[in-house]
């Protein structure tokens, strides 16, 4: 990648993701929510330009409806009735904001996630944990490159099929079926022999053996440090105002909030400013790459 974020060190990196995953996965407050989740959709739409819009619409927002219509189709409760549906089950406004409540909550997360497939490489997992956790790191990084993988195999051995036989197209259901069970078996083979080439070359080469030496792209400058200190600073803040209440909601069976206060507030802004923190990155280097070729 070639934005300013995921060219940071990889501890900022994942130091980040902790953080904007972790807290949209535990703190419910909506404003926290939609904070969480422009940053998100900001950040993505950097890395992916141009299929960020295809994966709002086809990915993210599908999720975040379908989280929003399950449950107050499936949950009652509340003490504010704004229907009855159908079956004769009451429909509550207090389940209406939960299930708003958990579409903003799985959309900040999957976005998120996907952000994070793009920026933390398995190179990346394997310097973070290649000393701690050796086996761990090493299956992180096999996980992530397969899926990519396993299509693009998918792909070939599909097109070596229809090669082999470019006029015996199958005609019935149960003939496609059993053409894609040959492809799935190929495919899958190949997957189980590749991971047991990768541990053996990994074997081979010494990985895991204590006092072995990595090369490694990746220097701790004065500037991941200072990242690393507002992503820490803005993470604690954000955890003491979870721990003090600040950030409190509840909707079933009563809707319930913490007040809003200056310091209810300064919580939130905090939130808001860890999750923009790449964005805002690579904007201000876009900005500076735009004055360079003014200037020259």
Not at 3 to 22: E, K, M, Q, T, Y
Not at 46 to 61: C, D, E, K, S
Not at 193 to 210: C, F, H, K, W
Not at 265 to 293: D, M, N, Y
């Amino acid at each position: 990648m070639r934005d300013a974020f995921s060219r940071c060190h990889p501890a900022v990196n994942a130091l980040f993701f902790a953080l904007a995953i972790g807290f949209s996965m535990c703190l419910a407050h909506p404003a926290w929510l939609a904070a969480s989740l422009a940053g998100a959709l900001w950040y993505h739409a950097q890395l992916r330009p141009r299929q960020a819009g295809r994966f709002f619409l086809r990915v993210t927002l599908p999720v975040m409806l379908l989280g929003a219509l399950v449950n107050p189709v499936f949950s009652h409760a509340g003490v504010t009735v704004l229907a009855y549906l159908p079956s004769g089950n009451p429909l509550t406004l207090e389940s209406v904001l939960c299930g708003l409540d958990a579409g903003l909550m799985l959309g900040a997360v999957l976005t998120w996630f996907a952000c994070c497939t793009e920026v933390m490489t398995s190179d990346k997992y394997v310097y973070l944990f290649g000393r701690v956790a050796p086996a761990l790191s090493l299956v992180l990084s096999m996980t992530l490159r397969f899926v990519p993988r396993f299509h693009a195999q998918l792909q070939r051995v599909r097109a070596a099929q229809r090669g082999l036989a470019p006029q015996a197209e199958p005609d019935g259901v149960l003939q496609r079926l059993r053409r894609g069970a040959c492809v799935l078996s190929a495919v899958v083979t190949w997957a189980l022999e590749n991971a047991v080439d990768t541990a053996d070359s990994m074997r081979a080469r010494g990985y895991g053996l204590p006092g072995r030496t990595a090369f490694s792209l990746w220097c701790l400058d004065a500037r991941d440090r200072a990242i690393l200190l507002w992503l820490g600073s803005c993470g604690t803040y954000l955890l003491c105002g979870a721990l003090a209440g600040g950030l409190y909601w509840r909707c079933c069976p009563t809707v319930q909030a913490a007040p809003v206060t200056p310091r209810t507030v300064s919580f939130l802004l905090a939130g808001l400013a860890l999750c923009l923190t790449p964005a805002i990155l690579g904007e201000r280097e876009a900005g500076q790459w735009k004055r360079l070729h003014s200037d020259a």
